[in-house]
């Protein structure tokens, strides 16, 4: 079975039902429907719609399923132009790193509410509360206002500990979204970098560096020193000759 | 019937449901005995080095959603097709219960994605009712046990250390790698408390055991698959090496109904539908060995009746389906500040904590319960996938900055000072210990609902004692001192008697087992101490189903050491013409 034929039996199968809980529109579960816009979308993300299981092992269900968040609009221009002005208030550009918009937060937070459709009221409905206590306040929507306007307002709902009764609702919206956008910024290269994980690839463990242990006063113990690994030896083939238990 | 089921017309030597742990094993022991085997498994093939299916160190970008579990229940990256809940094959619930069941359809199973700690039972877990008058004790011992232990060990690799511990036999282990700074921390405080924190025993290469299986790079990513198969899975470690030998014709996605019966109520092989065409099969065979899971296996059980077992197949003593357990589980999270602005290095390590804390409790009496736990411990400065930064006021709050400021909450150039600050300071605590099998947990059929496939699905009935919730309490009292000790913070409220202490519901910690339990009395228990049905003598359960109890232990390795000890027995049993 070709990719397209599997997509379509997956779309009229079992896996169509998930969709209509999600709200997916039927008319983007056309078999195959894979727009250069979509990949598009995709390589915003860092995602290749084009490889095979797309690139991070997918199963042709969780494929199709893909494609079709991926044909999915859910905020519009406005609500994104919002989004973008938030989330750099929240991520910013330092002397460390890049800002929120540079590592893609407000794609990757349009992709998450299709993916986890629960985000959607509470982020469309705060985004409204946001503009309309700007329109309270100054007349304006939030992305038009001055930084030192934003800034004021932000700082009526940003620290959870210290909101008055009326901003409970806004506060309770900064907490999530300052949640979308630092993960969205810290599973990104530019947020890697940023926070100095050096993992995720080949290499030799060989125990805490010297000076770390030095620091924190906390060595290996000698009756264990000469039976951890030596990385040195793990390509030889283990003899049991002479093992006894 | 609407369609005609298509029967083969070739009759194998041994027909094996399931790949997993037990399948697998079973594959391997019968096919280097010669035997012609055909292997059913439910989902699909499984390659670990395929591009289109690998995981493996790809980064959290490479996924729209950053890795988040919004289609696999442990996230994007993890090598599990199914999970908790499978759209196509649900189950239900009876009396309230909330037994939750964990199925993997591929090749290999769940060995794919489990954490790979392969502890032995030790003698005591043998013969627990001798101890406490609880439950009961298994027809065999850990000498039956031994030899199988010895072989699994150096067949598949487990690194771990000599300990000379009464209960917590040693094995052939590979050199273990050296813990991480976390883990220091953890053993200063746990040894001082007197409970001991020793090397953990995963089934990691950290030496090659051949030139097929690669060593391990340490990217901790076991749970993803490995392309070297440096860890074990059924899949790379068992099936594929052995296919090779051409005596396994492997049937995928196919998912058994049943096992068919001739009119003496002996097997002659099984029915399963073909998940691509939808069509019904028959395979048959000289002998049948059911290792689908323990739930999975007595779903074809009980759904296999017949003039000659009306009751659902070996099923006389009605205890197919009886004294299904899971491992209980409880966890605790703690911030510890001396971790804070760590120097950056790569400790990813292995896909496993590097040391673990065995039951030490032995000796003692406790309040309430009588089974032991160990103690699995994770932290680090790990990959962010989606959720890292979640939370960070709860965080800021707990430590201040230099100028005093610890107010929660923010934006900015100060969020971004507060995540590196607290990156890899954080650990966890899982308790995972030993439940008592009861009668009165079990599975049955649902005669009200199938699947997908047509096939009547399985109903839990599923309780803890006040044993397990007992011990649920030692786990979160013993981690709020553990933390203490260190100087740590409790992250979190501590679970209290309203929520059981943080236990874990039935099925969570995925070591369901006992349904098709061994015993000498034909009465109370579904197979022999073979694992041999004592109602059909050609059919065998070689998966978690034959524990009588399993100990704190994780039950892979006692799967595999079984399932070893079976294929022998059926061998055997074949070459002196008995079954």
């Not at chain 2, 010895?150 to 598949?156: F, G, P």
């Not at chain 2, 040894?191 to 090659?208: A, F, N």
């Not at chain 2, 197979?527 to 232990?553: E, R």
Request: proline content about 5%; aromatic content about 10%; some cysteine.
């Amino acid at each position: 079975m070709d990719r397209r034929e599997t997509l379509k039996t997956l779309v009229v199968g079992s896996f169509a039902s998930s969709f209509v809980l999600t709200g997916c529109n039927p008319d983007h579960m056309e078999p195959g429907a894979v727009s250069e816009e979509e990949v598009n979308l995709g390589k915003d993300l860092g995602v290749d719609l084009d490889a095979p299981g797309h690139g991070y092992g997918r199963t042709p269900a969780e494929q199709a399923r893909d494609e079709m968040l991926f044909s999915q609009t859910f905020f519009n221009d406005h609500e994104m132009a919002t989004i973008a002005v938030l989330a750099d208030i929240i991520i910013p550009a330092d002397e460390v790193s890049g800002s929120a918009t540079d590592a893609k937060v407000p794609e990757f937070i349009e992709f998450i509410v299709k993916d986890m459709p629960y985000h959607q009221i509470p982020m469309r409905g705060g985004l409204m509360w946001l503009d309309h206590e700007s329109n309270r306040r100054f007349d304006k929507v939030f992305k038009d206002l001055n930084e030192e306007q934003q800034i004021e307002i932000v700082d009526d709902i940003a620290y959870p500990d210290d909101v008055a009764p009326e901003y409970q609702a806004g506060a309770r919206f900064f907490s999530n979204i300052r949640n979308l956008v630092t993960t969205g910024f810290y599973t990104t290269r530019i947020g890697i970098d940023d926070l100095g994980y050096v993992g995720n690839q080949p290499n030799a463990w060989d125990g805490i560096p010297e000076e770390v242990q030095k620091k924190h006063n906390k060595f290996y113990r000698d009756e264990y020193k000469d039976r951890f690994l030596k990385p040195e030896e793990r390509e030889e083939i283990e003899d049991w000759s002479g093992y006894e238990l | 019937m609407a369609f005609q089921i298509k029967e083969q017309g070739k009759e194998y030597d041994v027909v094996i449901v399931g790949s997993g742990a037990g399948g697998g094993m079973a594959a391997k022991t019968l096919s280097d005995a010669g035997l012609k085997i055909a292997l059913l498994e439910a989902g699909p093939d499984f390659d670990s080095t395929d591009p289109a299916q690998r995981t493996q160190l790809r980064w959290p970008w490479e996924s729209p959603r950053r890795g988040a579990g919004s289609t696999r229940a442990f996230g994007d990256f993890d090598m599990a097709y199914g999970g908790w809940n499978i759209e196509d094959e649900p189950y239900t619930q009876k009396d309230g219960s909330n037994f939750r069941w964990f199925r993997s359809r591929m090749l290999g199973g769940r060995t794919n994605h489990w954490g790979r700690i392969s502890l032995r039972f030790g003698p005591l877990d043998f013969k627990r009712k001798d101890y406490d008058g609880k439950g009961d004790n298994w027809p065999i011992s850990y000498d039956d046990v031994a030899p199988y232990y010895d072989k699994v060990d150096q067949l598949i690799g487990v690194f771990g250390t000599k300990e000379n511990m009464p209960n917590e036999p040693d094995g052939y282990f590979l050199p273990p790698p050296k813990p991480r700074l976390h883990e220091l921390y953890v053993r200063d405080s746990v040894l001082k408390m007197g409970i001991p924190m020793i090397p953990s025993r995963l089934s990691m290469l950290t030496k090659k055991l051949d030139d097929r299986r690669g060593p391990c790079f340490f990217c901790s990513q076991c749970s993803r698959g490995c392309m070297v198969y440096a860890d074990f899975s059924s899949a790379y470690s068992l099936i594929q090496p052995t296919m090779t030998d051409g005596n396994i014709e492997m049937y995928l996605n196919a998912m058994v109904r049943e096992v068919i019966t001739d009119e003496n109520g002996r097997a002659t092989g099984v029915s399963y539908i073909n998940k691509e065409d939808m069509k019904e099969y028959v395979v048959k065979g000289k002998v049948v060995v059911l290792a689908a899971s323990a739930a999975s296996s007595a779903r074809i059980l009980l759904n296999s009746k017949s003039r000659a077992h009306p009751n659902g197949l070996a099923n006389s003593s009605n205890h197919v389906g009886r004294y299904i357990h899971d491992s209980t589980g409880s966890g605790m999270m703690a911030l510890i500040p001396e971790l804070m602005d760590r120097q950056r290095y790569n400790e990813d390590g292995v896909g496993g904590m590097h040391l673990y804390t065995p039951w030490w409790g032995n000796d003692q009496k406790h309040d309430g319960f009588t089974r032991g736990y160990h103690i699995e411990y994770w932290g680090g400065m790990g990959m962010p996938a989606y959720g890292f930064g979640f939370g960070m006021e709860n965080l800021s709050r707990l430590v201040p900055r230099e100028n005093g400021d610890n107010r929660p909450g923010g934006y900015g150039k100060r969020l971004k000072e507060d995540v590196r600050r607290f990156y890899g300071s954080t650990l966890g605590f899982a308790g995972r210990g030993e439940s008592i099998p009861q009668y009165d947990n079990y599975c049955e059929i649902d005669p009200n609902t199938v699947d997908s496939y047509g096939i009547p699905v399985l109903r839990f009935h599923y309780k803890w004692t006040n044993d397990e919730v007992m011990q649920a309490k030692h786990m979160v009292d013993t981690f709020e001192e553990i933390i203490h000790n260190m100087g740590g913070i409790v992250l979190g409220e501590k679970p209290g008697p309203e929520r059981q202490y943080g236990l874990t519901k039935p099925g969570e910690i995925i070591h369901e087992v006992g349904t098709t339990r061994m015993g000498n009395d034909k009465n109370t228990s579904v197979l022999n101490k073979y694992c041999q049905a004592h109602d059909v003598d050609n059919l065998f359960v070689v998966d978690g189903g034959p524990f009588v109890s399993q100990a704190d232990k994780n039950p892979t390795w006692t799967i595999l050491a079984l399932s070893w000890r079976t294929s022998d027995y059926i061998v055997d049993q074949l070459k002196k013409q008995n079954i």
